[in-house]
């Protein structure tokens, strides 16, 4: 794990060739330095070569304090700089197909968005609502992704 460092003033700063340091910082940043493995923004890029489509990262790093306001997993590898929830113009599916492609071996598919993570070991999960309340349960690799 090499984690790179930015602070608040380095959100113009590219960390590759599609992404700025500013696309990891949360929304209201007020925390001090943002983490980010160098090995997130590898596979990161990979995926943004695979897919031919700009990404727009919807939660990056998260210090400990903004992922318990937001209601994030105590567990939550955003925390670590080694997670991102990403968008693509395209279905949620083959956007997680794409980032198996790339690299990725811990996704997290809901209806906006996929969450990636460079964590070690291999997890698939789906988000899903009941009774209002955010909640995620294991899956298999879906058939259609083909890989
Ligand atoms: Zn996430």
């Known amino acids: 794990m090499k984690l790179q460092l930015y602070w608040p003033g380095d959100e113009r700063e590219k960390v590759s060739d599609n992404f700025t340091a500013g696309e990891f910082f949360p929304k209201r940043h007020k925390y001090g330095p943002v983490f980010i493995d160098a090995i997130l923004i590898d596979e990161l890029q990979r995926l943004r070569k695979i897919i031919k489509k700009s990404i727009k990262i919807t939660s990056g790093y998260r210090p400990a304090k903004y992922n318990k306001r937001i209601g994030g997993s105590s567990k939550s590898k955003h925390m670590l700089g080694m997670g991102a929830d990403i968008w693509a113009n395209m279905p949620m599916a083959d956007l997680a197909s794409a980032a198996y492609k790339a690299g990725f071996r811990r996704i997290g598919i809901s209806k906006g968005f996929i969450h990636v993570d460079v964590f070690t070991g291999e997890a698939y999960w789906e ?18 992704w083909k890989v």
């Open 127 to 144: 988000y899903y609502k009941r009774y209002g309340r955010k909640k995620m349960r294991m899956i298999e690799k879906p058939k259609r």
